[in-house]
């Protein structure tokens, strides 16, 4: 664990940029822990804050952006290639698609508090020709909200530990 708090230390907002890319783009990387590592170093300098925020979210939209673009382009193929690689195929797609199309807004804005369900919701927006507006409008709530509360949680956490 010392290298990796290593390395979100030495490498900043690269690293809260790369991890939040890279766990939105589907691989099994954790960005909520570097994004807590990243709100405790903020907690001695508060004018970092809202950078470390904000690149986390232009991460996450990146890959979202590319993934949504995938599933327009790609169509239910790409999720049905997603969904092989989960515990339950047949269950991914079937309950992805079905609270997709019942809560369409609340799945984005909630989506990159759920591993797995993070993944598969940005394509299953192309799929269901969601205007990339409004995929995007939601997406950003959504991520402004996930990486601000991992941040949020590292600096009180950090702070907390600083008066005790």
Same mark, same amino acid.
């Given at each position: 664990m010392d290298d990796f708090a290593g390395f979100v230390a030495r490498y900043g907002v690269a690293a809260v940029f790369l991890f939040t890319f890279l766990e939105n783009a589907g691989l099994p990387i954790p960005a909520f822990p570097v994004l807590m590592l990243a709100g405790a170093y903020a907690s001695t300098r508060h004018s970092y804050l809202p950078l470390v925020v904000g690149v986390a979210v232009v991460g996450a939209l990146l890959a979202d952006g590319i993934w949504y673009l995938v599933g327009r382009w790609r169509g239910k193929g790409v999720l049905t290639h997603l969904c092989r690689v989960s515990f339950?195929?047949? &269950?991914?797609?079937?309950?992805? %698609?079905?609270?997709?199309?019942?809560?369409?807004?609340?799945?984005?804005?909630? &989506?990159?508090?759920?591993?797995? %369900?993070?993944?598969?919701?940005p394509p299953l927006a192309g799929v269901a020709a969601m205007p990339i507006s409004l995929f995007l409008l939601l997406d950003l709530a959504g991520a402004l909200m996930w990486a601000g509360a991992g941040v949020a949680l590292g600096f009180a956490f950090e702070i907390g530990r600083a008066h005790v």
């Open positions: 339950n195929p047949d &269950a991914c797609l079937e309950r992805s %698609v079905d609270g997709f199309h019942r809560r369409k807004g609340a799945t984005i804005l909630f &989506a990159k508090f759920l591993p797995g %369900v993070n993944t598969i919701i």
